[in-house]
């Protein structure tokens, strides 16, 4: 079975800290996402990678960058924290290289951030 | 652009009552078309999938249909248990989107015993 998964469950932040959110996917699988997800708005792409060292961007990547040094891993950075990146915070990944409409995503358990 | 609306939640049900969630989506392409379901504390999880018109996903009694000319993907499951009680997000995936899977707002189902 695939697993994904994310180095916090829950996280709780100062406004204007530095956020390290990490995601590690075992099944050597191309693609990876960052997502966040807050009530009546399903889930909103922020970064996604297709290749290591590669990232593009979201819908919202605004206050949001992302790191790729290898193909396991997929960091999530928020610069400085604000009150309005209160929200879940979701990883996944899927198998194919860039092209593929058809790949199920399997994403980890989520990581809940709360910034103060 | 892409886009999916479902329906609002929260939709409460009796134990194996019929449970319908409707789905329609926009695209300027020809999108795969998902159901992924949310148990409480969990990520998404995919339920069912069909790639192309007239498709139908199935799996654990759940199905949904590709209708292309209504541009739609209604999940169904004919007796829900309490064990379904979970948040439901429909989305599609689009070359023309650029790749990108689009997620409905997502559904919440409680099924009472």
């Known amino acids: 079975d695939v697993k994904v998964t994310q180095s916090s469950r829950y996280l709780v932040k100062r406004t204007g800290e530095k956020v390290f959110l990490e995601c590690v996917q075992d099944?050597?699988?191309?693609?990876m996402f960052w997502y966040r997800q807050d009530p009546g708005l399903g889930l909103r792409l922020i970064y996604f990678?297709?290749?290591?060292?590669?990232?593009e961007k979201g819908d919202i990547p605004e206050g949001y960058s992302v790191s790729r040094e290898k193909k396991e891993r997929f960091s999530l950075i928020l610069e400085s924290a604000s009150t309005n990146q209160t929200s879940m915070y979701l990883c996944?990944?899927?198998?194919?290289?860039?092209?593929?409409?058809?790949?199920?995503?399997?994403f980890g358990p989520g990581t809940r951030l709360t910034v103060l | 652009g892409n886009s999916v609306t479902q329906m609002e939640g929260p939709v409460t049900l009796s134990e194996e009552a019929f449970l319908t969630i409707n789905c329609t989506y926009t695209?300027?392409?020809?999108?795969?078309l998902f159901w992924y379901v949310q148990y409480p504390g969990e990520g998404l999880q995919l339920l069912l999938k069909?790639?192309?018109?007239?498709d139908k996903g199935s799996n654990k009694g759940f199905e949904a249909t590709y209708r292309k000319e209504t541009t739609s993907f209604h999940l169904e499951k004919g007796s829900v248990r309490v064990s379904d009680s979970a948040v439901y997000f429909c989305?599609?995936?689009?070359?023309?989107?650029?790749?990108?899977?689009?997620f409905g707002a997502g559904t919440r189902l409680f099924v009472k015993a």
């Open positions: 695209a300027t392409g020809y999108p795969s």
């Open positions: 989305a599609l995936s689009d070359s023309t989107g650029g790749f990108k899977t689009i």
């Open positions: 996944a990944s899927s198998i194919s290289g860039r092209g593929s409409v058809t790949d199920t995503q399997y």
């Open positions: 099944m050597d699988h191309e693609n």
């Open positions: 069909a790639t192309k018109a007239d």
């Open positions: 990678s297709y290749d290591v060292k590669m990232k």
